[in-house]
């Protein structure tokens, strides 16, 4: 496994970041000691960084792989708090359950605009405090837009970001790929850390996923990627093609065979995009919610390209 400093910042992570949202109770729901199982085998392969947010509801899984592990883990956490006192709760929250004094990355949750950014100055305050106090050791801001990630390189007080990316541009909610692409270049010369997420689209692209890692890992301005897992077989798949090697043909033969179902995330806002798109009429707005119809859905995957919100997956 490879390890590289996150931009400027002191922390040396893994080019592979666990992203912990499949394992938890939003999706796969696994019970804890699965979870914190998968934690640790990849922790035991190399994998040394977990993408985490205090939304997944799952602080248990990391603070029982913690527990029962003698190395650490760079931790990467996230809140949606908007104050000084609800950024606190949160901080403090994850210090609890995590089981962790120190934080090693907090960030601002799902950015959207410069003028979100604005609407949470206040926890960005509360995080500025929290790093001089030495609770957290880094801070920094998750996003779907070109946007934050632009104005997020020229603020001081951040110095990690989280942008979406992947070969087909999947979830950027403002510009192209292209345009998404030059933003991340310039933060990274700016000396932010950069790590990515949804590579493979939400579970979008795993029909595809060649081509979806070949492009992550040849974009030259990221220092990790995160990419969710949830089974032994994901973690030694990913930490394979990370390390450039061939991966096992039994374990890829499972993978292929692996049933999978889409998601309609809670946070659907029943808009209806997704239903205009979809060629085999699998989708329907029921109580203000997009439902999906398992029958008739083929897994295309198309749908989610057209989700503003950026609520369909395939697990």
């Known amino acids: 496994m490879e390890y590289v400093n996150l931009g400027y910042?002191?922390?040396?992570?893994?080019?592979?970041?666990?992203?912990?949202?499949?394992?938890?109770?939003?999706?796969?729901?696994?019970p804890v000691d699965d979870g914190a199982d998968i934690i640790l085998s990849a922790m035991n392969m190399g994998v040394n960084f977990i993408d985490t947010a205090e939304f997944y509801q799952n602080y248990c899984y990391i603070n029982k792989a913690l527990t029962r592990s003698k190395k650490d883990f760079i931790i990467s956490t996230k809140?949606?708090?908007?104050?000084?006192?609800?950024?606190?709760?949160?901080?403090?929250?994850?210090?609890?359950?995590?089981?962790?004094?120190?934080?090693?990355i907090f960030m601002l949750h799902e950015q959207e605009t410069r003028l979100t950014l604005k609407g949470h100055r206040e926890?960005?305050?509360?995080?500025?405090?929290?790093?001089?106090?030495?609770?957290?050791?880094?801070?920094?801001?998750?996003?779907?837009?070109?946007?934050?990630v632009n104005v997020a390189s020229d603020m001081e007080e951040i110095e990690v970001i989280h942008p979406i990316i992947?070969?087909?541009?999947?979830?950027?909610?403002?510009?192209?790929?292209?345009?998404?692409?030059?933003?991340?270049e310039r933060a990274y010369k700016n000396g932010k850390g950069i790590y990515a997420m949804k590579a493979l689209g939400g579970g979008n692209l795993i029909?595809?996923?060649?081509?979806?890692?070949s492009y992550i890992l040849s974009f030259p301005y990221l220092h990790s990627v995160a990419v969710g897992m949830k089974s032994n077989d994901e973690v030694v798949a990913n930490i394979s093609i990370f390390d450039g090697k061939t991966v096992d043909s039994h374990i890829e033969e499972r993978l292929?065979?692996?049933?999978?179902?889409?998601?309609?995330?809670?946070?659907?806002?029943?808009?209806?995009?997704c239903v205009k798109?979809?060629?085999?009429?699998?989708?329907?707005?029921?109580n203000g919610h997009s439902t999906v119809n398992p029958d008739a859905?083929?897994?295309?995957?198309?749908?989610?390209?057209?989700?503003?919100?950026?609520?369909?997956?395939?697990?």
Request: aromatic content about 8%.
């Open 297 to 315: 859905c083929i897994l295309c995957g198309y749908c989610s390209g057209y989700c503003p919100e950026f609520c369909i997956k395939i697990l």
């Open 79 to 104: 809140s949606y708090a908007y104050t000084y006192e609800g950024m606190k709760k949160s901080v403090e929250k994850a210090r609890k359950e995590t089981g962790k004094d120190v934080i090693d």
């Open 9 to 30: 910042t002191d922390l040396k992570v893994s080019r592979l970041c666990f992203g912990s949202l499949t394992i938890s109770p939003l999706q796969a729901g696994l």
């Open 166 to 184: 992947n070969f087909r541009g999947i979830g950027i909610k403002d510009g192209s790929l292209q345009d998404m692409e030059k933003a991340i």
């Open 256 to 273: 292929s065979s692996e049933k999978r179902k889409l998601l309609i995330e809670d946070w659907c806002v029943g808009c209806g995009e």
């Open 123 to 148: 926890a960005l305050e509360y995080l500025v405090d929290a790093r001089a106090k030495g609770l957290i050791k880094a801070i920094g801001v998750s996003t779907h837009t070109v946007e934050v």
């Open 277 to 286: 798109h979809c060629l085999y009429n699998a989708l329907h707005v029921v």
């Open 207 to 213: 029909s595809d996923k060649k081509r979806a890692f």
